[in-house]
């Protein structure tokens, strides 16, 4: 299984983005799609996750912004909304079926004027 994530780039803030995270590999379904981002001298955080049956979580910080969706070919999105420079950062997609679970590249986000 591969994923392989895309949409990022330079943004203003308050700008949108929306990330793609496109799956390719012998998978019916996947139980957990996230994004996690890492910020330079950070640790890799959780950004938002989606379940097999829809039901999504999301970091505080990015409440009310950001929407997490997938699609029926295990296709992840990223909509991002009201872009602040503190959400700069690399985006990484992660999914997860029974014990095994794989990461996507990063994608980079730079939100600054």
């Known amino acids: 299984v591969q994923l392989q994530a895309s949409g990022g780039g330079l943004v203003q803030p308050g700008g949108s983005l929306r990330l793609s995270c496109a799956a390719s590999?012998?998978?019916?379904?996947?139980?957990?799609m996230a994004w996690h981002r890492q910020a330079p001298g950070k640790e890799r955080e959780l950004v938002a996750g989606?379940?097999?049956?829809?039901?999504t979580n999301y970091a505080d910080s990015v409440k009310g912004r950001f929407t997490i969706s997938r699609d029926a070919k295990n296709t992840l999105y990223l909509q991002m909304n009201s872009l602040k420079p503190e959400d700069t950062a690399v985006y990484y997609c992660?999914?997860?079926?029974?014990?095994?679970?794989?990461w996507g590249r990063g994608t980079q986000v730079t939100v600054s004027s």
């Open positions: 989606i379940t097999s049956d829809g039901t």
């Open positions: 992660k999914a997860r079926w029974g014990p095994s679970s794989t």
């Open positions: 590999g012998s998978i019916f379904s996947f139980n957990v």
